[in-house]
């Protein structure tokens, strides 16, 4: 894994995904967190193919705390099953970086 990730989830709701996101950066498991929707999505749930209005939220945060990161989301989420990935920043401002790594530690 990089050093760097950012990390989505997304909610049913504006106010879910806000509760979600300041949790977690209030917890330092992320220095910071975009919320971005509405968003249209298609997906499968319970074997029927369903249509719906989320809300992502995008965190920012360091390999080391992404385990800490995921198991918290997991627990904070409304939904049983939520979606939690997590993408590598290859690259990047060095003092974004440094910055990142303060407010995480």
Do not use: C
Not at 31 to 43: D, K, L
Not at 45 to 50: A, D, P, R, T, V
Not at 63 to 87: C, G, K, Q, Y
């Amino acid at each position: 894994m990089a050093d760097y990730l950012q990390v989505t989830t997304v909610a049913d709701s504006e106010e879910a995904a806000k509760r979600l996101a300041r949790s977690a950066v209030a917890a330092r498991l992320a220095a910071s967190a975009n919320v971005v929707g509405p968003i249209a999505s298609v997906f499968w749930h319970l074997g029927e193919l369903g249509e719906g209005q989320e809300w992502q939220v995008i965190l920012k945060t360091t390999s080391v705390r992404f385990v800490e990161l995921r198991d918290h989301l997991l627990a904070e989420h409304p939904w049983e099953n939520p979606e939690i990935s997590a993408v590598q920043m290859v690259a990047g401002a060095s003092a974004y970086f440094d910055w990142l790594d303060r407010t995480t530690q």
